[in-house]
């Protein structure tokens, strides 16, 4: 077996014990003896033990484009997609990394670590309860909200050094009035500008898996917190590999750029009565690229049918819900106003006519 394919597990140095990071401390932490490791710590214990063999079995599905391993703590056999890179064992929660899913072009550089706990993004599910009395009660069952996990989501970052040159024919119309004649005065101008401007870390989803309005949402992260990846980060994670190249998203960053850049010179031409623009030219220079993960508290709800996402910014906590809504409930409840709203009219009817017999 190819030394890349082999999976690596995170183990506790002290005992041996499921590693996990924990996120309240910024460290690994044992499940069992409740050791501490910093990331120093376990890259020289890692490099001490490289020349050990790794004895659990990865298997590729060639036609199936899936990843089929074993799990060396309770014997079960896990199916991960082309696109994950690493992933739990469904039965005893021990996590496995699989290396060759994280080698070569899918490395990523950087990566920004969990920060936000998985009972912040409990509590967080739980608020939306709150004040949204048409939300189904299945959507907020515990089951549910045991399905929360932490993924680390691929995103490009582009950093632009661009000039943006602008030209318009702008207009200004003023009038008055003198007695009973109206006059009008029409001002043209050839107004131009020219600027420069640099955009760090644009950010671009890299994953076709994720629906790209919902990180939108949660954005911005902090990327001056970002540290050089480590495959150590992962432990207690999912991690997804881009399916998404650079050039695509590189598209769309430039689109961003560019909406940045007209909405600063359209700010800059403020009052003309109209503006026609003769040239616009983007000079776009790509400075840098990079590929980075960055981590996402996550769950889907299946509802009639549909799935509902539920997704944290692991860093900020920013969070976006996609609540539906119980028809049932809304009828019954719709119901009960129409029958509360119609005894008080009633009421009302029968005091006036009452008093008003008086």
């Given at each position: 077996?190819?030394?890349?394919?082999?999976?690596?597990?995170?183990?506790?140095?002290?005992?041996?014990?499921?590693?996990?990071?924990?996120?309240?401390?910024?460290?690994?932490?044992?499940?069992?003896?409740?050791?501490?490791?910093?990331?120093?710590?376990?890259?020289?214990?890692?490099?001490?033990?490289?020349?050990k063999k790794n004895n659990e079995a990865v298997t590729e599905d060639k036609d199936t484009?899936?990843?089929?391993?074993?799990?060396?703590?309770?014997?079960?056999?896990?199916?991960?997609?082309?696109?994950?890179?690493?992933?739990?064992?469904?039965?005893?929660?021990?996590?496995?990394?699989?290396?060759?899913?994280?080698?070569?072009?899918?490395?990523?550089?950087?990566?920004?670590?969990?920060?936000?706990?998985?009972?912040?993004?409990?509590?967080?599910?739980?608020?939306?309860?709150?004040?949204?009395?048409?939300?189904?009660?299945?959507?907020?069952?515990?089951?549910?909200?045991?399905?929360?996990?932490?993924?680390?989501?691929?995103?490009?970052?582009?950093?632009?050094?661009?000039?943006?040159?602008?030209?318009?024919?702008?207009?200004?119309?003023?009038?008055?009035?003198?007695?009973?004649?109206?006059?009008?005065?029409?001002?043209?101008?050839?107004?131009?500008?020219?600027?420069?401007?640099?955009?760090?870390?644009?950010?671009?989803?890299g994953s076709t898996r994720f629906n790209d309005d919902i990180m939108n949402t949660i954005?911005?992260?902090?990327?001056?917190?970002?540290?050089?990846?480590?495959?150590?980060?992962?432990?207690?994670?999912?991690?997804?590999?881009?399916?998404?190249?650079?050039?695509?998203?590189?598209?769309?960053?430039?689109?961003?750029?560019?909406?940045?850049?007209?909405?600063?010179?359209?700010?800059?031409?403020?009052?003309?009565?109209?503006?026609?623009?003769t040239k616009c030219d983007y000079n776009d220079k790509d400075k840098k690229t990079e590929?980075?993960?960055?981590?996402?508290?996550?769950?889907?709800?299946?509802?009639?049918?549909?799935?509902?996402?539920?997704?944290?910014?692991?860093?900020?906590?920013?969070?976006?819900?996609?609540?539906?809504?119980?028809?049932?409930?809304?009828?019954?409840?719709?119901?009960?106003?129409?029958?509360?709203?119609?005894?008080?009219?009633?009421?009302?009817?029968?005091?006036?006519?009452?008093?008003?017999?008086?």
């Amino acid at each position: 077996m190819n030394e890349r394919e082999r999976a690596l597990d995170s183990k506790c140095i002290a005992c041996g014990g499921k590693l996990v990071f924990e996120p309240s401390i910024g460290k690994w932490k044992c499940e069992y003896c409740k050791s501490e490791f910093d990331l120093e710590t376990l890259e020289k214990h890692e490099t001490h033990v490289s020349s050990k063999k790794n004895n659990e079995a990865v298997t590729e599905d060639k036609d199936t484009d899936y990843v089929e391993y074993h799990c060396k703590d309770c014997g079960a056999k896990i199916i991960a997609d082309e696109n994950t890179a690493s992933t739990f064992c469904v039965y005893c929660g021990n996590t496995a990394i699989l290396k060759s899913k994280l080698s070569g072009k899918f490395a990523p550089s950087k990566i920004i670590p969990f920060k936000k706990t998985k009972d912040d993004a409990i509590e967080a599910f739980k608020s939306l309860y709150k004040g949204r009395p048409l939300m189904p009660k299945f959507f907020n069952d515990p089951k549910n909200i045991e399905k929360i996990s932490g993924v680390y989501i691929p995103f490009w970052l582009f950093t632009f050094e661009n000039n943006i040159v602008v030209e318009a024919n702008c207009k200004k119309v003023t009038s008055w009035r003198v007695g009973d004649t109206v006059y009008t005065k029409t001002d043209s101008y050839k107004v131009a500008r020219n600027a420069d401007m640099k955009f760090e870390n644009v950010p671009v989803d890299g994953s076709t898996r994720f629906n790209d309005d919902i990180m939108n949402t949660i954005e911005p992260f902090n990327y001056a917190e970002m540290v050089k990846y480590n495959h150590a980060y992962l432990s207690g994670f999912l991690a997804e590999k881009y399916d998404v190249e650079s050039d695509k998203s590189k598209e769309i960053a430039v689109k961003r750029v560019h909406s940045s850049e007209d909405s600063v010179i359209n700010g800059s031409m403020l009052g003309y009565s109209t503006r026609v623009k003769t040239k616009c030219d983007y000079n776009d220079k790509d400075k840098k690229t990079e590929y980075v993960l960055l981590p996402v508290w996550m769950v889907n709800v299946k509802f009639g049918g549909k799935y509902y996402t539920f997704a944290m910014n692991a860093q900020t906590g920013e969070f976006v819900g996609n609540i539906p809504v119980d028809k049932k409930k809304a009828v019954i409840i719709f119901a009960i106003e129409f029958i509360a709203i119609a005894l008080v009219i009633v009421l009302i009817s029968y005091l006036a006519n009452i008093f008003g017999g008086i």
